[in-house]
């Protein structure tokens, strides 16, 4: 576990940390443990997990959580109606403005950045322990000015609210029709095109019992959070002079995202709404 951050980053930081420890732990016991979910119900089983998050960690990099980076580097810029990106760059922005602000305010200098030895030792810590100390990923092992940090925070903030929203909140509305994404399979996949049959399908797709497991488990994933990223859980963590406004700046940022993407699901038939700040869990808990 990273050692706690400097007083002023780690009050930014602890609305998007709740309860992310208790989940991963349930995680492992539940749902990718022996006998949890994924031995009964995905063809992975509990063996695979290993080779999986091998395989994620090892295509991991900085780009890639950071959203602007990964826009780009995949080349959707200018993808018309990617609503993906359309919201999460507004909001990736609106916690940016909001952390960049938090960050001058209780960082005069970049040297007082680059000297700060708690600071150093987090990032350091987080670079060894949960990346694996792997240079090729880009991840930052120092942070040497005011504008690395916030990109840093950011990114930080961004994945564990809105990007955990964008992946996990849709999952009951995709899978529960679970031709969509079948868990497992009971027969291959067909080898020409036309040959496939009704009875072919129903014979592939998994039984009743593992297609019960599978929906209730995706299910409980997207239950609707208790917790959200407007803003109301930081309103108590900074409560002096112009920190308290950057919050409410931040905050008043959220509702106006949120507006704009009530206003275009309106005349939409399939809404996007998973990165609708009302919708958005402030942490990894579920």
Partial sequence: MPLVPPPS???????????????NTLARSELVG?????????VTG????????????????????????????????SIPNYFYKEDGMKIWKAME????????YYYLTDETVSKDPELQ???????????????????????????????????IMFTCSAQHAAVNSGQFDFYSWLPNGPTTMRKPPPA??????????MEALPAVNTTAIA????????????????????????????????????????VEISKSIKERNQDKK?????LDPDLIESSVSI
């Fill in 121 to 155: 030792v987090w990032v350091a810590e987080i670079f060894d322990k949960g990346f694996l100390s792997n240079k090729s990923s880009g991840i930052p092992s120092t942070i040497g000015n005011r504008v690395e940090l916030t990109k840093y925070l950011t990114m």
């Fill in 46 to 77: 509990n063996g695979g997990i290993q080779e999986i998050l091998l395989r994620g960690m090892n295509d991991m990099t900085y780009t890639s959580l950071c959203l602007p980076d990964d826009i780009e580097s995949r080349g959707v810029q």
């Fill in 192 to 201: 020409s095109k036309g040959s496939v049959t009704y009875q072919n399908i």
């Fill in 34 to 42: 022996p006998g949890g979910s994924f031995d009964q119900a995905v």
């Fill in 215 to 254: 929906i209730a488990a995706v299910d409980l994933l997207s239950t609707e959070p208790s917790d959200r990223t407007t803003g109301k859980l930081h309103k108590c963590l900074f409560c002096r002079g112009d920190a308290r406004k950057f919050v409410e700046e931040f905050r008043g940022k959220l």
């Fill in 9 to 23: 980053i780690g009050r930014l930081i602890i609305p998007h940390l709740r309860y992310t420890l208790e989940i």
């Fill in 270 to 274: 399939l809404k996007y709404n998973y």
């Fill in 97 to 104: 403005s909001y952390i960049s602000n938090i960050v001058h």
